[in-house]
């Protein structure tokens, strides 16, 4: 395993070209405006729902952070934690009815999304920064995991089964339990950058167009990672 590979942190960590890039559309967006002062204030809830091997969680959320991780359970076990921005606790309680975790079906197929008010026309991102779901999630090993994510970094860890995700802005981190079992990879940065130290596949670099591929007819696991600005990095475990 490379001794390089970066850690994930909470808070959206970015790269150095996906940063110098964030910075300027702030910048752009944001003017001379002053930006009132705010906490960040917290809300938990833990949902559980049974879920067989061969199913599939399809998930889709907007903005936070993501992190799965494979056990040896027949159930799918999620810790959602909402985190609003308020100028105190009183106004940040009505701030966590606006944002809604929604979990439906059971064994086969489980669908997890995180609802948030409509974006108007005239102001579709306002207070779009106040509002924000992290979630911790353990599913089975050998269901298959479809996410979609607008605004968060993400690690997934242990899963043997087809992974297929999209993340528009932020990081992602693949560990994979063997690449020995890996069938297939493509994993594909739009602006940012892609790492794998799978062999045939090593490349660490950044910019536009990065991706990497990887076959192995032997193998049983299909992953596909698609970032539009942020990063990706697969790795497997010592085998």
């Not at 528009?168 to 794998?196: F, H, K």
């Amino acid at each position: 395993m490379s001794k390089h590979r970066p850690r994930l942190l909470s808070g959206h960590r970015r790269g150095p070209a996906v940063s110098a890039c964030y910075l300027g559309v702030l910048c752009g967006l944001c003017g001379s405006a002053s930006v009132a002062r705010a906490d960040e204030f917290s809300q938990t809830s833990k949902y559980s729902v049974r879920m067989f091997s061969g199913g599939t969680l399809t998930l889709e959320t907007r903005t936070g952070d993501i992190r799965i991780e494979a056990w040896d359970e027949p159930r799918l076990e999620i810790e959602a934690e909402k985190v609003v921005r308020a100028g105190s606790e009183a106004k940040a309680k009505p701030l966590y009815n606006k944002i809604q975790v929604s979990v439906e079906g059971q064994d086969k197929d489980v669908y997890l999304r995180t609802l948030y008010p409509p974006r108007r026309p005239w102001r579709p991102f306002r207070d779009e920064s106040k509002l924000s779901v992290n979630l911790r999630i353990r599913m089975p090993y050998d269901a298959n995991l479809v996410l979609k994510c607008v605004d968060g970094d993400v690690t997934v860890s242990g899963l043997t089964a087809r992974e297929q995700l999209r993340v528009n802005y932020g990081d992602v981190e693949i560990d994979l339990p063997s690449a020995w079992d890996l069938r297939s990879l493509r994993a594909r940065a739009w602006l940012g950058y892609v790492q794998s130290d799978l062999q045939g596949t090593e490349r660490d670099s950044a910019g536009l167009q990065q991706k990497v591929f990887f076959w192995n007819a032997r193998g049983k696991q299909d992953v596909a990672v698609d970032v539009h600005m942020g990063g990706v990095w697969v790795y497997s475990q010592p085998q």
